[in-house]
């Protein structure tokens, strides 16, 4: 167990809509990463936030969007979705920001299905 | 983005040593060396890290070399439960603000009883 906690642990969606995945991140932790993971693309990186800040944007589409609450916990939006949106969705948690020694902790995941 | 190069695919007995290569030829001065392992359906578990020395701790040990252009993941005895896809990583924050783990392909380690 990483401490990373993640809701749903399972979605299934209808095209179009528009789901919200939660995720707590460590104890302590300032840091969260959204990833995501398809078959054909592996692990991509989303966006990053510490201490409720935007820091760092990859690959993420403008139908998606995240925050982080100053309780710490981060929320991922995904709307209008479509079908090739199915994927895992990983959160994950650091103490700390651009500390090379730290260590990132994953969670489970979301599996999102969208039919 | 700092890359990695791995072999795709491994396969190991159970209770024997396992050696997972890596390279990263462009590596800075200042990045460390991650190492992840992913089972099917779950999420990234990380197993060690390190920056010039060799390290070790309960599930592997890590061992750089001299130049930090390749590394090499060891699992002292393989497990079946040791097997999943491995992946190097170089912690990106090359850019101001950056701080990401850059994943790759991977090894795949199977392991056979």
């Known amino acids: 167990d990483s401490g990373v906690t993640q809701t749903p642990k399972h979605l299934i969606t209808a095209t179009g809509q528009r789901v919200t995945l939660r995720c707590s991140p460590r104890?302590?932790?300032?840091?969260v990463y959204w990833y995501q993971q398809s078959l054909d693309q592996g692990l991509q990186f989303l966006i990053q936030?510490?201490?409720?800040?935007?820091?760092a944007k990859g690959n993420i589409l403008e139908r998606f969007s995240a925050q982080q609450f100053p309780d710490l916990h981060s929320e991922l939006n995904l709307s209008s979705l479509e079908l090739g949106d199915s994927a895992l969705y990983f959160c994950?948690?650091?103490?700390?920001?651009?500390?090379?020694?730290?260590?990132?902790?994953f969670g489970e995941g979301s599996w999102l299905t969208v039919v | 983005d700092a890359k990695t190069t791995q072999p795709n695919s491994m396969e190991s007995n159970e209770e024997e040593p396992v050696h997972l290569p890596c390279n990263h030829s462009?590596?800075?001065?200042?990045?460390?060396i991650h190492w992840y392992r992913q089972l099917p359906s779950q999420g990234p578990e990380y197993v060690i890290h390190?920056?010039?020395s060799n390290v070790n701790n309960r599930m592997a040990s890590l061992a750089i070399a001299e130049d930090r252009k390749s590394s090499t993941l060891i699992l002292h005895r393989a497990t079946l439960r040791d097997a999943a896809v491995y992946y190097c990583?170089?912690?990106?924050?090359?850019?101001?603000?950056?701080?990401?783990?850059?994943f790759g392909t991977g090894t795949r380690l199977q392991v056979f009883p």
């Open positions: 994950a948690s650091s103490s700390s920001h651009r500390d090379q020694g730290d260590t990132i902790y």
């Open positions: 104890s302590g932790d300032l840091s």
């Open positions: 936030y510490y201490n409720g800040e935007e820091r």
């Open positions: 462009t590596i800075s001065g200042t990045d460390y």
């Open positions: 390190g920056l010039t």
């Open positions: 990583i170089l912690r990106d924050m090359r850019s101001y603000n950056t701080d990401k783990l850059i």
